[in-house]
């Protein structure tokens, strides 16, 4: 199952779409990252225990990659994909069956127009997994 958060653009906003996940399947994907701000970047550690706790892979996207990966490698998985076609490519090459999250808590503008844009090319890339295939 996927959902769509691709408004959420600050580490609240993630957590609280995180926190909506309690009861869906696992194992939880999220998928992170976009453009730093510059400032404020790093996660609160109530977010990164909710991702120890919670979630089995962080799939990371856009500029903050590195970023990412240094504040929440200690606390999951995170693996660089790069873009939203690198996203697909582990989901079909893992054969994942379980929730993924996109809520990405970063804002959009170094690989999309704006948050819509971005909302509409992951429902795409979505759309075109074969998921009967997984």
Same mark, same amino acid.
Request: proline share 4%.
């Given at each position: 199952?996927?959902?769509?958060?691709?408004?959420?653009?600050?580490?609240?906003?993630?957590?609280?779409?995180? /926190?909506?996940?309690?009861?869906?399947?696992?194992?939880?994907?999220?998928?992170? $990252? $976009?453009?730093?701000?510059?400032?404020?970047?790093?996660?609160?550690?109530?977010?990164?225990?909710?991702?120890?706790?919670?979630?089995?892979?962080?799939?990371?996207?856009?500029?903050?990659?590195?970023?990412?990966? /240094?504040?929440?490698?200690?606390?999951?998985?995170?693996?660089?994909?790069?873009?939203?076609?690198?996203?697909?490519?582990?989901?079909?090459?893992?054969?994942?069956? $379980?929730?993924?999250?996109?809520?990405?808590?970063?804002?959009?503008?170094?690989?999309?127009?704006?948050?819509?844009?971005?909302?509409?090319?992951? /429902?795409? /890339?979505?759309?075109?997994?074969?998921?009967?295939?997984?």
């Amino acid at each position: 199952t996927c959902y769509n958060d691709a408004k959420s653009t600050n580490w609240d906003a993630t957590l609280a779409a995180l /926190k909506s996940m309690a009861e869906k399947a696992v194992p939880l994907w999220l998928v992170l $990252g $976009g453009q730093p701000r510059g400032f404020g970047e790093e996660p609160s550690d109530e977010f990164k225990k909710y991702i120890r706790e919670n979630v089995e892979m962080v799939l990371v996207i856009g500029a903050a990659q590195s970023f990412v990966q /240094k504040m929440l490698s200690h606390d999951t998985k995170v693996f660089l994909a790069e873009n939203l076609d690198g996203v697909v490519a582990k989901v079909a090459e893992e054969k994942f069956s $379980g929730t993924l999250l996109f809520s990405p808590a970063f804002p959009s503008f170094d690989q999309f127009k704006n948050y819509v844009d971005r909302g509409n090319t992951f /429902k795409s /890339k979505i759309n075109e997994i074969d998921w009967s295939k997984l």
